[in-house]
C-alpha cells in the first residue's frame, strides 16, 4: 500500500513540478457529468484537474518547496489543477463553472511560489490569455517606431501634395 501511495505522490509531484501554476478548487457537491464537463473545459486549456488527497497533496507540495501556506487550504474535498501554459485560461474556466454551477470554488492557488489568494485567482481569471495579451504588448511597442516613421514621412508627403497641387492648377 505504502508503494501505491509512493507512485501517486511522486505522479502530483512531476505535474506540480512541470506546472507554471497550481490551482485547488472544492469539489464537494458535485455530480459526475458536472465533473467530467469541468475537466474537458480545462483539457481545451491545456490544463489537467484531478481529484487527490490533501495528505498527498501536502506531501508533494514539501518535496516541491511550494509554500507551506497552501496546506491551510488544503481541507475538504479538494482538486488540484496543474497545466502546460497560463494560469488565466484555466483560473477563467473555473471561475465561469463557478458561477454557473455554484460548485468547484477556488480555495488557493500557486504561482511562481508565491500562495495566491482566491481574489487573486479570480483577478487572473479576468486578464486575456497570453497571446492576446503579448499581441498588445507588440502593438505598445510599435506605436512609437509607426509615429516616428510617419513624423518623418510627413515633409516629403506635403512637398509631394504641394506640387502636386501646383501641377493641376498649371494645366
Do not use: W
Not at 18 to 36: D, H, N
Not at 77 to 102: L, M, P, R, S, W
Amino acid at each position: 500500500m505504502k508503494e501505491l501511495k509512493d507512485i501517486v505522490i511522486k505522479d502530483l509531484l512531476e505535474r506540480i513540478n512541470a506546472s507554471p501554476y497550481l490551482i485547488v478548487v472544492e469539489y464537494a457537491g458535485m455530480t459526475v457529468p458536472e465533473f467530467e464537463d469541468l475537466r474537458g473545459k480545462l483539457r481545451e486549456q491545456n490544463a489537467r484537474l484531478e481529484v487527490t488527497k490533501n495528505s498527498f497533496v501536502k506531501r508533494a507540495a514539501a518535496e516541491a518547496e511550494l509554500p507551506e501556506e497552501i496546506n491551510a487550504t488544503l481541507l475538504g474535498q479538494n482538486a488540484v489543477v496543474t497545466g502546460e501554459q497560463d494560469i488565466c485560461g484555466a483560473a477563467k474556466v473555473i471561475q465561469e463553472f463557478h458561477k454557473k454551477t455554484e460548485k468547484a470554488a477556488v480555495r488557493s492557488g500557486v504561482l511562481d511560489g508565491k500562495v495566491l489568494s482566491v481574489e487573486e485567482v479570480n483577478a487572473l481569471a479576468s486578464l486575456p490569455p497570453l497571446p492576446v495579451l503579448q499581441a498588445q504588448l507588440l502593438g505598445v511597442l510599435q506605436a512609437p517606431a509607426s509615429k516616428l516613421v510617419r513624423l518623418l514621412n510627413e515633409p516629403a508627403s506635403a512637398l509631394a501634395r504641394v506640387l502636386n497641387a501646383k501641377k493641376e492648377a498649371d494645366a
